[in-house]
């Protein structure tokens, strides 16, 4: 098993230009989550999915952040324009979704490493 | 959301036990203790979780006390690969609550 996938691995872009990171769940698991982890905020939930759906986005921090999963092997997080705050480790991870919350062990990637400059 | 506490940080001694205290005295009943791990440059992992009974795997042990208002991850025999961020989480159940809310962990420095 590859478990989940992320890519790019790190990103260095100019504020205001465009960010798409990706990421490729674990096959067969039905949630996925992105994370964003800074020196100052630790870890933080941006959203998560369900079968594809978005269930919570309360974490997206503004409207310049968006994401989506077309189908269950991919999603992308999009940041539109960048700013130098949005500099992060950007997390995704699945979980297989079907033994309910409190019991579903979530599978993290390796990470995006963000700076906005 | 029920909160944790933990240490910011702690030491051990390779090959040496390692208790790693958690508490969470607003836990409700239906909330389960997790644990997770965050090695350096990398994506945290799963260690363990509970619900009132103490729980061994083969990574660690979790003691969950008895009124479960703390519990305490407990590394064996610590190697230097068990340096990491140590995150205790409280996860309710249901359906939809897939989510996991992170506090600041506890950061496991490991010595030769």
């Known amino acids: 098993d590859a478990g989940v996938i992320q890519s790019p691995r790190h990103e260095v872009t100019e504020m205001g230009q465009e960010v798409t990171l990706r990421c490729k769940p674990i096959?067969?698991?039905?949630?996925l989550f992105w994370y964003r982890q800074t020196m100052m905020r630790g870890l933080e939930l941006l959203i998560y999915?369900?079968?594809?759906?978005?269930?919570?986005d309360s974490g997206m921090p503004e409207d310049r952040f968006s994401a989506k999963m077309p189908n269950a092997s991919f999603s992308t997080l999009k940041i539109q324009p960048s700013e130098p705050r949005d500099s992060a480790v950007y997390f995704c991870?699945?979980?297989?979704?079907?033994?309910?919350?409190?019991?579903?062990?979530?599978?993290f990637g390796p990470g995006t490493r963000l700076t906005v400059l | 959301d029920a909160k944790t506490t933990q240490p910011n940080s702690m030491e051990s001694n390779e090959e040496e036990p390692v208790h790693l205290p958690c508490n969470h005295s607003?836990?409700?009943?239906?909330?389960?203790i997790h644990w997770y791990r965050q090695l350096p440059s990398q994506g945290p992992e799963y260690v363990i979780h509970?619900?009132?009974s103490n729980v061994n795997n083969r990574m660690a042990s979790l003691a969950i006390a008895e009124d479960r208002k703390s519990s305490t991850l407990i590394l064996h025999r610590a190697t230097l690969r068990d340096a990491a961020v140590y995150y205790c989480?409280?996860?309710?159940?249901?359906?939809?609550?897939?989510?996991?809310?992170f506090g600041a962990g506890t950061r496991l420095t490991v010595k030769p």
């Open positions: 989480i409280l996860r309710s159940d249901g359906y939809n609550n897939n989510d996991m809310r």
């Open positions: 607003t836990i409700s009943g239906t909330d389960y």
């Open positions: 999915f369900n079968n594809n759906v978005p269930i919570d």
């Open positions: 509970g619900l009132t």
């Open positions: 991870a699945s979980s297989p979704g079907t033994s309910g919350g409190a019991l579903d062990t979530q599978y």
């Open positions: 096959s067969g698991h039905n949630s």
